[in-house]
Each structure stands twice: as structure tokens, then as C-alpha cells.
């Protein structure tokens, strides 16, 4: 299992006043045993921005994940196509647009393993969207889930996850707008619940104030490490 995970936010919809921000969600996972980049955010040239800003080497990533083909997520692939010609990005849906600009997408459907201890929760579908989360097994911790709008519902993307890994330490993404008993639900698995992207402002502030053990703040640039010190 991975002894500790470093989540880098290249662009979240929260602004950070040294880097560049738009609507998008934009996740680099670093842990001791590969990187990859989840989800690539809206505009190529606030990634390209943001990855030069943070310091990001993206001849380290070993593959990406799309969690789901909404230009908010996708959109910056484009930059990281030009650096990274080939690079694997595993997909919940066949799509033209990542392969057109010489990236290498892989179609998952079902829970899957893509790298050492990182599972996609396998394709859910919710509101006409076919999605995919990740989980990533932090030894002696649980499991951390990386989401991208959580159109399938956050509460039952969390309980997947737990049906597949077990104890859930942390999730972290966009939520979509939950009502607070997907929160309740969310905040029931999760040691740490991180509402992000586009989560909306009354989720962040519930969670915030109902579960202030549990709450962490994202936005762009927001840096964390695992486990928790
Ligand atoms: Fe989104």
C-alpha cells in the first residue's frame, strides 16, 4: 500500500491570488510509489500556467484519469498533450476528443486496478453522465477518494468505494450541489471530507460547521499531505 499521498489543486473554482483560476477541477497525485494527474481543468493555458507556477514536472507522471468527458475537466488535456504525446488517461467513456490530441485514452468500465493500489470505483452513471472516481489505499489509514462532479451522487460514489476498500480517510472533489443528507452520509464514511470544485458554497459551509473535525478547505494551490499530521 502507498506510505503517503501529496494533492497538489492546480485550479479549483476557488481563486488564489498568485495563481491563474477558472471553473475547473484540476488534482496532481503524488504518493512514494507513482503520480498521475486527475482531471486537467477547462483552459490549457491555466494549466500550463499553474503546473509552471507549483513546480509540477509533468515528465514524472506515470498516467492520468478523466473522471468524466465535461470540458471542465478535459479542457486542459490539451496542454498536457503536448508535453506528454502518448500519455495514458484512463476514461469512463469512449470519446474522440483525448485521442485526437495524441494522448492515449483507456476505457474502464468496471473497478479496476490502474496503478499500484489505485482503483477506479468503475463507471457509475448519474444525471445522463458516465463517471468514475478513484481510490487510493494510504496504508494503515483507509482509503482516499478523488472525485470529479460526483454526478452518480457523492453519498453513493463514498459508499462504493467503501463497499470496494473499506474505511474511507479522506474525499476530496467536486460534490455537485449535495443536499445535506448526501453530506451526512459523505461525512458517516469519511474521516476527512475536503467539498471542492463544484461542490457549491452551501455544502462547503455546512460540512464546515456540522462536521468541523472532518473539514478541509480547497482551493486553488491547496496542498495536502497524507496522513494528516
Ligand atoms: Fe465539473
Redesign the pocket.
Known sequence: MVKWIKLTVINDNKPNSSLLND???SILIETDKWVLLYDADTEPRIMENNIKALGIDLNRIDAAFLS?Y?A??YGGFKYISEIRRGLIVYVPDVDDVLRRWGLNPVTVRDSKEVLEDAVTTGVMSGMGVYEHSLIIKLSGYGSVVVV??SHPGIDNIVKRSHELLGDVYLIIG?F?GPSRQQLDVVAKYSRYVCPA??SGDEARHYVSVAYRDKYCDVKTGTVIILPMS
Request: aromatic share 16%; charged share 10%; glycine share 24%.
Open positions: 471553473w475547473g477541477w468524466h465535461h471542465d475537466h470529479g462532479c467536486g455537485h470544485h463544484c
